[in-house]
């Protein structure tokens, strides 16, 4: 069995994925408030349908897509509507969210039943039921589910690349969904095909989740389908799940700077949104809820969790017994490209991969550049990224454009390695966002 | 509201930091430095060795607390510069002589800002300075197991040629060739130990701290360019400070250029300067001047743009 990987760059870290990778996705009822934000997507935030005081039950559509670059949010409880208005927010700090007061009975939408389609209908109508059940990717990126499955008229896209890498430490539920939802992961997968047609069908896993690949090579070989799946063992390297890397370690196709997956016939999609497809053909259910690990060094029971997207934080603490040891960081993601959190008030939304409680902190003394090189040895893009710390520093932001400093995907490597503690992904960003801001004005 | 910490990614960070990776320099020299302490005798070799590396941090201190600098002259930068400057010292000399050579190693580096902001090798200019400035000090050397003074294989070279050279070995060029390995020969403290040479290169690769390209492509030249000009290869790079070079101070994070192709250039321009300065100037021992000469032109090796994955050059239409 050949294992694959990426090059140039890339390293592995310490994952701590012991904590959780045997321990099967439990159920978990949320609490007495839930937290809608609208904005929970790559792209427009959706528009708010529902008032105060209405009640909704679960499945109903509370906010609504504005276009194409955007999309649905269903509620994942039955109750009423406190209110919408500015709540804290996982990602932006602070932003518009409705308000659901749990009123425990979990009473269905009753137009939520298999959709009693076949693959008569046409691609186009499948991609707007898609869009309809407000699937975004549920990797972490959270880009519409929609727009990926409809690629341009102008790329042939023959290749369709399952990731199953799961390169930040300390997650484990991808590795679990492909252990437990395998039939639903291969049921999504049999449903995309049979409307995109793909020559070939690739997933990509880490090789320390050895017992999923077996398992899944055995479940191909038991149930073939009528295109070639290979599952391809990966090198555990992160950030071998990064986009761009996955298709280069398993088809050995580059993507050219700044273009999308399509312009090399890829469409890459994690494996829990498949499993979000399955459900939404099979079931009728939209996406309204989730699995995530719920890890780090403070929690007393570590998790692979089922929650309904809009459970809060607060009672995912409580799920897993508390904390051993008090936390000094909240992470939501991973703890290599996630984000802080200021309180435990926040919901879980649809790109929620793992919740993080890190007793310990990073080092923030930032001491001068050695020059020791491993920025350059391990970046994934091949990038000088030291240059981009001496530039913003001199305020010659301009300049970094000539290091390509846009390839940058924000990995963290550089940053995590830098022996002189530089956060020179910081500084990275704020070149972006200077670069950013000269442009349009 | 509570009091998580609000920083950026990544939340996690590598353990290794500047100085674990200055400290491992450190250990890598130790079985050099053994083998030094072994062949020519204790009271020879350590106290100067131990003056060196204090002489070096009390430096480092000063400087930082005159010219109010972060205080980190424990981080191992200071204990690496004044273990290698003692390293390349003939045993024996006076002990007032690696005290200023460190003093003036650390100033070198101090001037120009501090650890990351020097062009040169501290310890090489520490070298250089004393070798300019106490020539006769510089150039006495112990035989090895004794007391008396001897000259270095290469100095003899320089002098009377490899005919001078066998005379020291008993005439059999692999008696010479496995005395030198050894380290029976005059020379400094840190260069004579082959062996122990070798054993510190492999913990640096293993571990990560550096790369292969300086030490192999600084060694593959003087080989290659000696046997051309018609010299025993090997005798070559068994002699003088050169292999100590190579792995130690041309390998210098702050002082060679941190791309691959740049560190091969950089390596191969080490190796040749080096081969140059033993034929044709007047001096026996080149390893110093020919690293301190590619420091100068480091900046520019590394002033290059790393094409990015999946760069497409533009079309001009």
New interface residues.
């Given amino acids: 069995m050949k294992i694959k990987t990426f090059h ?1 760059g890339g390293m592995h ?1 310490p994952d701590h994925k012991d904590r959780t990778k045997d321990k099967p996705i439990v159920d978990m009822a949320p609490g007495k408030d839930l937290l809608y934000p609208l904005s929970q997507h790559v792209g427009i935030p959706a528009e708010p349908i529902v008032e105060a005081g209405q009640e909704v039950l679960i499945g109903q559509l509370i906010a609504k897509a504005q276009g194409d670059f955007s999309s649905n949010i269903h509620a994942s409880v039955s109750g009423i509507v406190k209110d919408i208005k500015e709540y804290p927010h996982p990602i932006s700090g602070l932003g518009t969210a409705i308000h659901i007061e749990n009123d425990f009975q979990y009473s269905m939408l009753p137009s939520i039943k298999p959709p009693c389609f076949e693959s008569e209908i046409n691609l186009k109508a499948f991609v707007s039921f898609i869009q309809e059940a407000g699937i975004v990717g549920m990797g972490g990126a959270t880009f519409p589910t929609h727009l990926k499955l409809n690629p341009p008229p102008d790329s042939s896209v023959d290749t369709y690349i399952i990731n199953g890498a799961e390169c930040e ?1 300390y997650l484990t539920c991808d590795h679990r969904l492909m252990l437990e939802k395998t039939k639903e992961l291969f049921d999504g997968l049999q449903i995309v095909q049979s409307y995109l047609r793909f020559k070939k069908v690739i997933v990509g896993i880490e090789n320390n989740k050895m017992d999923a690949i077996e398992h899944l090579q055995n479940y191909v070989q038991e149930n073939p389908m009528d295109v070639p799946v290979e599952i391809v063992p990966l090198v555990k390297k992160y950030p071998q799940g990064a986009e ?1 890397n996955l298709i ?1 370690a398993t088809t050995n196709r ?4 700044g ?1 999308l997956p399509f312009s090399v016939g890829c469409i890459v999609q994690n494996v829990g949104t498949l499993i979000a497809i399955s459900q939404a053909i099979r079931e009728g259910t939209p996406m309204i809820y989730r699995v995530l690990t719920a890890s780090g060094d403070c929690l007393q029971e570590p998790k692979n969790i089922r929650v309904p997207i809009g459970t809060l934080l607060s009672d995912i603490v409580t799920f897993c017994g508390g904390f051993v040891k008090d ?5 939501f ?1 991973g ?10 008030d926040v919901p879980v939304l649809k790109g929620t991969s793992g919740i ?1 409680f ?1 007793s310990t ?4 003394h930032e ?7 491993r920025c ?2 391990n970046c ?5 990224p ?1 240059r981009f710390v001496e530039l913003a520093k001199k305020n010659h932001f301009e300049d970094a454009n ?3 400093v846009n ?1 940058c995907i ?1 990995c ?2 550089c ?3 830098c ?3 530089i ?1 020179i ?2 500084y990275i ?1 704020v070149t972006k966002q200077e670069l950013k801001r000269k442009r349009s004005r | ?2 009091n ?11 353990k ?3 100085a ?2 200055m400290n491992m320099v450190s250990i890598s020299l130790l079985p050099a430095t053994i083998g030094g302490i072994v062949i020519f005798g204790w009271t020879n070799t350590l106290p100067l060795i131990a003056l060196s590396i204090i002489s070096a941090v009390v430096s480092e201190a000063l400087f930082q607390k005159l010219l109010k600098l ?1 205080m ?1 002259y424990l ?1 191992g ?1 200071a204990i690496v510069t004044g273990f290698l400057l003692a390293l390349c010292c003939p045993p024996g000399i006076p002990l007032w002589l690696p005290v200023i050579g460190s003093f003036f190693a650390i100033f070198s580096k101090q001037v120009f ?5 020097n062009p040169f090798n501290p310890a090489l200019i520490g070298r250089a300075f004393l070798v300019l400035s106490f020539p006769a000090h510089m150039t006495s050397w112990l035989k090895p197991f004794d007391v008396v003074t001897t000259s270095t294989p290469l100095a003899v070279f320089s002098e009377k040629g490899m005919s001078g050279v066998l005379g020291l070995f008993q005439g059999s060029v692999s008696t010479m060739h496995k005395s030198m390995f050894w380290g029976i020969r005059g020379g400094c403290i840190g260069e004579v130990f082959i062996l122990g040479l070798l054993l510190g290169l492999a913990l640096l690769l293993l571990t990560k701290t550096i ?1 292969w390209y300086v030490p192999v492509t600084y060694m593959g030249t003087v080989f290659l360019v000696s046997w051309m000009l018609g010299m025993d290869p090997i005798f070559s790079i068994l002699s003088g400070g050169v292999m100590f070079g190579a792995f130690f101070m041309a390998t210098d ?2 002082t ?1 250029p ?2 691959p192709q740049s560190k091969i250039i950089y390596g191969f321009g080490c190796g040749f300067i080096n081969v140059m300065i033993r034929f044709f100037a007047n001096m026996p021992e080149g390893t110093t001047f020919a690293i301190l000469l590619m420091n100068v032109i480091t900046p520019m090796l590394d002033n290059r ?8 050059k533009e079309k001009t239409s």
């Fill in positions: 140039p870290i430490p761009k280069f580059i993507v050219p700077v273009k936390p000094k960081e909240l992470v993601g703890p290599m490209m996630g984000v802080n959190q200021r309180s435990q993080i890190l902190l990073e080092p923030l001491t001068s550049c050695i020059r020791c090189g350059i040895e994934p893009a091949g990038l000088m030291y000539h290091y390509f390839s924000e963290g490597l940053t995590y390695n022996p002189a503690r956060p992904l910081n960003r | 509201m509570s998580y910490v609000i920083t950026a990614s990544p939340h996690i960070r590598n290794i930091n500047t674990f990776l972060p980190s981080d930068s800002g501090g650890l990351g902001h790369q994070y702050v060679s941190m791309l743009i790393k094409k990015p994955v999946g760069f497409v």
